[in-house]
Nanobody, 121 residues
Framework: QVQLVESGGGLVQAGGSLRLSCAPS????????MGWYRQAPGKQRELVAVITKGGSTNYKYSVKGRFTISRDNATNTVYLQMNSLKPEDTAVYYC???????????????WGQGTQVTVSS
C-alpha cells in the first residue's frame, strides 16, 4: 500500500512563502506523476501543479510565476514552493501520486491526508 506524508503547511501573511513536501512510502514500482491539489471550504478540489516522470510540469494558471513544483528523484519526494502567497490561496493542499505497485500492473492514484495553508491579508 502506498502512503503519502505531507508537511510544510501553516499560517503566513500575504506575500509570504511556504514550501510543501510530500514523501511517498510503501511498495511501488513506477511513479508516473506526482502533483498537488487544493480545496477551499465549500469549493471544488482543483489542480495546482503536476510533474510527470519525464519532468514536464503543468500549473493552474493563477499560480504560474508564483508556485514551483519539483521532485527529488533519489527519495521520490515532491515539493511545492509557494511564493507571493495571496489570501485566495488559502486551502487544504493534497499530495497526489499516480503509480503502479507491481511490475506490469495498472496505475492507480493515491492521495495524502492534506495540509492546511492559511494566508492572512
Amino acid at each position: 500500500q502506498v502512503q503519502l506524508v505531507e508537511s510544510g503547511g501553516g499560517l503566513v501573511q500575504a506575500g509570504g512563502s511556504l514550501r510543501l513536501s510530500c514523501a511517498p512510502s510503501g511498495s511501488f514500482f513506477v511513479i508516473n506523476a506526482m502533483g498537488w491539489y487544493r480545496q477551499a471550504p465549500g469549493k471544488q478540489r482543483e489542480l495546482v501543479a503536476v510533474i510527470t516522470k519525464g519532468g514536464s510540469t503543468n500549473y493552474k494558471y493563477s499560480v504560474k510565476g508564483r508556485f514551483t513544483i519539483s521532485r527529488d528523484n533519489a527519495t521520490n519526494t515532491v515539493y511545492l514552493q509557494m511564493n507571493s502567497l495571496k489570501p485566495e490561496d488559502t486551502a487544504v493542499y493534497y499530495c497526489n501520486v499516480n503509480c503502479n505497485t507491481e511490475r506490469n500492473s495498472g496505475y492507480y492514484t493515491y492521495w495524502g491526508q492534506g495540509t492546511q495553508v492559511t494566508v492572512s491579508s
